[in-house]
């Protein structure tokens, strides 16, 4: 038993680096955390074309990058960079777990149940395949809509007929990562990483 509790106290023990070392995990940690701040600090908004004019008058299409995406992959980023010390914390191993069931919670409320198109006796119809997932922004997909002239439900093929859907997903999940930013922050204050003097 006295192995057991003497192995557990060095797994919770935090490697020192020589300060003699260029390697910084602290300053890698803040560089980190302010790329997540400079990537929230903006409008979460969607990927768009910008369009702009040269000289002569020629429009140039100019994608703009979703700034959601953007602030999702700087706290995964963030995440990984903080691995060892994730392994060896208890608090933010509850965190992480409340994190993914949100996430999971989230994805589930916004799947896409496909629907295919196919042709018996030449006429038209459609039916379920029993995959669900999230499209992507624009593709082409096949919905239910109800036909005026039919006075009935009909699937119709729409590109980007899930675009509302998945941009309600992504906007949803910016709460989060939101969340999973604050308690990684909550995790490099329990290392210290926030004191001047930090040299690891």
Known sequence: ?????ESEEESS???EYSPKSEFSKARLAETAVTNVLNSRGVEMKEGYFNTKLTKDGQAIKQWVPDARDKFFG????LMSL???????????????EEFETGCDELKEKYLY????????NGMLKYKKTG????????????IE???????KMEGVEVIGGWNNKVNSYKNDLVEVYDYLFSQLNN????VNYFKSSASF
Request: glycine content about 0%; aromatic content about 6%; charged content about 35%.
């Open 187 to 190: 995790l490099i204050d329990r």
């Open 13 to 15: 023990e935090i490697p």
């Open 145 to 151: 809509l109800f036909i005026q002239k039919k006075r």
């Open 82 to 96: 903080l691995s060892p010390e994730i392994a060896r914390d208890k608090k933010i191993k509850i965190a992480l």
């Open 131 to 142: 995959n669900k997932y999230l499209p992507i922004i624009d593709e082409k997909v096949v």
């Open 1 to 5: 038993m006295a192995e057991d509790n």
């Open 113 to 120: 149940e496909e629907l295919i198109m196919y042709s018996e």
């Open 74 to 77: 700087s706290v995964i980023a």
